[in-house]
């Protein structure tokens, strides 16, 4: 259970902070650049959320609870001691990038078959879309990076490579389901 009645520590002014399981690290180490990111990446979809309603804005308000859910999981060091944890760390689950391969795999029924890259725009809510996908390829390099260091779960990688797809598809359905794409003209500005 977390309980936050103070908001300040004065813990972190050193340039350090406690990860899930109480050790200290740098700020700027490869688990907390990983997980911040992922914690931006929550953000950026907070604000695309601004312009979404229906099925859609349901299916993000999931993420946005699975995207916490692998914030607690990168900041959970140690894959190889969770059996000797004092409490189950949690884990992003399989179950997870599953559901969103079922999601890609029906908003993506709806639309034609891509002829040409797109450019990230069309409508507010597809141009927020594509601002998600390209922090959730961030924060997916940053945790492919993190895994070169230190075990992880490999759920983890693969949610985020799953999200980044299913950030593309939901961006071309908020383009009245890919005809207000914005396509990608090569060499139009030669």
Not at 67 to 90: T, V
Not at 111 to 137: K, N, Y
Not at 146 to 152: A, D, I, M, N, V
């Amino acid at each position: 259970m977390v309980v936050l009645n103070r908001i300040y520590t004065r813990g972190g002014d050193a340039g350090q902070t406690a990860l899930g399981d109480g050790s200290r690290v740098d700020k700027h180490s490869a688990r907390v650049t990983a997980y911040g990111t992922v914690d931006e990446l929550n953000a950026t979809l907070g604000m695309a959320r601004l312009y979404l309603e229906g099925e859609i804005d349901r299916q993000l308000a999931t993420i946005q609870n699975d995207l916490f859910d692998l914030g607690a999981d990168l900041c959970r060091p140690d894959m190889d001691k969770d059996g000797e944890a004092e409490y189950p760390p949690l884990r992003v689950a399989p179950s997870q990038v599953d559901r969103l391969e079922a999601e890609i795999d029906a908003m993506n029924d709806r639309l034609e078959p891509l002829r040409s890259f797109i450019l990230p725009g069309g409508s507010p809510a597809a141009a927020h879309l594509h601002l998600c996908r390209t922090v959730a390829r961030r924060a997916e390099r940053l945790t492919v990076e993190l895994s070169k260091l230190e075990p992880l779960n490999p759920a983890a990688v693969k949610y985020l490579n799953r999200l980044s797809d299913w950030f593309f598809v939901a961006a071309r359905v908020c383009n009245d389901d890919g005809r207000a794409d914005v396509l990608w003209v090569p060499g139009a500005s030669r």
